[in-house]
Structure formats: C-alpha cells, structure tokens
C-alpha cells in the first residue's frame, strides 16, 4: 500500500499516515474507529498482532509528517519490541520527515528510550481523569498521565478524543503537569453512548488551557458538545 494522504477527521496537521501492523489492537476501545458500523473491522486489522512486509517497501520521501501506525497502538505492551524497531528503522530512511507516534501506553515511550527519528513528536490519547477499564482495555488514564509527565526533553502532544465526562481541575492539573506543545480536543463522533461531559465543563476545561497558555486544536465534531 503507497503513502496515504490525511483525510477526514484525521488531524489537518498531519500531511500523510502509514501502517504496517496488522491485526486487532489490544487495547479492545469500544470506540474504536477502526471498526466501521456498517461493514465491520477491515480484515488488515483482524487477527493476531503481525507485521505487513509489503509495507516496508513504501518510500516515505521528504518533508512529511507522518502519522505512524494511525490504525492501531504500535506501544501496546503487547506489541513484540522488534516489531517496534523495524518500523522506527523503517522511519531512519526517510529523516527528512516528521513522524507522529500516538498511543494509550506512553510509559512505554519511556522503556525505549532515544531510540527514535530525531524530528518526532509524541502523543497520548487521555479521554479523561475518571477510570474507564469497562469501555477498553488500555492502561488506566492516571497511569498515561504519570508517563506522559517523566516524557521531557521532547516534542509532545495530547488528545482527549472522545472527551468523556471528568472532573475539570483534576484533568487541567494532568494537562498542566504534563505540558504538550499542543492538545487536539474532539468529541465521539460515531454514537456509542459514551459518558459525555456537559457544555459548562467542556468551556470550562478550555478557559483552563488558556490559562496554561496550552495551544487548543478543537476538532469539528466538538461543535456536538458546546
């Protein structure tokens, strides 16, 4: 499969996204966007965790930025390492380029260490402050957070998408401790009858951002919520 262009509801700051894992993310979100409600899981992301050789022939050219493994958690702590280093060796061809990494496990960021192109940046989806073990099977939010606070020296980024509902100076006091260069904030946008917050917490948690002077990428589901 070539290089594929951003489109949709992907972020408008990424220019293009890239997968060679295969097979069903661990992490079981019951939201996963992956799954489309009316023709299912593509077969790509069925199956056991796996690597897609073909993938590894695609020339990622120069400046890119690249979304990397969009379709699945690369860092889930079910993920072989190797796997993990082929991809980023993969990356090292093409330094040229900017690669996003995304994931609900960041502390595996921190295992990895300096193993990474040096134009990175580094994401972590935190829907919220509340425990949510029954919508997946991901690392609690509070353990994302306390990775994504000791992850310094280095460009990162947050995303509470889909925003549920949460408690506004605990989840501004995580946002403020970790301090992204930048967080995307979205709602769910695919009708799973999520736990939402209300209009006044949405505005209030963004008045909060400003305070912090934290960069806010709203995403146009959002409009939803406010």
């Known amino acids: 499969m070539p290089l594929t262009k951003a489109k949709g509801n992907m972020y408008p700051w990424v220019t293009h996204t890239h997968a060679h894992l295969g097979g ?24 056991e965790l796996r690597l897609i050789e073909s993938e ?12 990397i493994e969009n379709c699945n958690d690369l860092f889930a702590k079910e993920v072989p390492t190797l796997f993990i280093f082929r991809i980023i060796e993969h990356c090292f061809d093409f330094p040229e380029n900017t690669y996003v990494w995304q994931t609900k496990n960041p502390a595996r960021y921190l295992e990895l260490g ?21 919508i997946g099977m991901a690392p609690s939010p509070q353990e994302r957070a306390e990775a994504m606070i000791k992850l310094v020296n280095t460009r990162k980024f947050l995303t509470l998408e889909p925003i549920l509902d949460f408690d506004v100076d605990i989840l501004a006091g995580w946002i403020a401790d970790i301090n992204p260069e930048f967080l995307n904030l979205g709602a769910d946008s695919k009708g799973h009858g ?33």
């Open 24 to 47: 069903e993310c661990p992490h079981k979100c019951c939201y996963c966007y992956v799954d489309n409600p009316r023709f299912g899981r593509p077969a790509k992301y069925t199956g």
């Open 114 to 134: 300096d193993i990474f192109p040096k134009k990175s940046i580094f994401g972590c989806t935190i829907e919220t402050n509340r425990e949510i073990s029954s």
């Open 194 to 226: 999520l736990p939402e917050p209300t209009v006044e917490k949405v505005h209030a948690l963004v008045a909060k951002l400003a305070e912090y002077g934290i960069e806010l990428r709203e995403k146009h589901n959002l409009a939803r919520l406010k």
């Open 56 to 67: 590894f022939k695609v020339k990622y050219g120069t400046g890119r930025t690249i979304f």
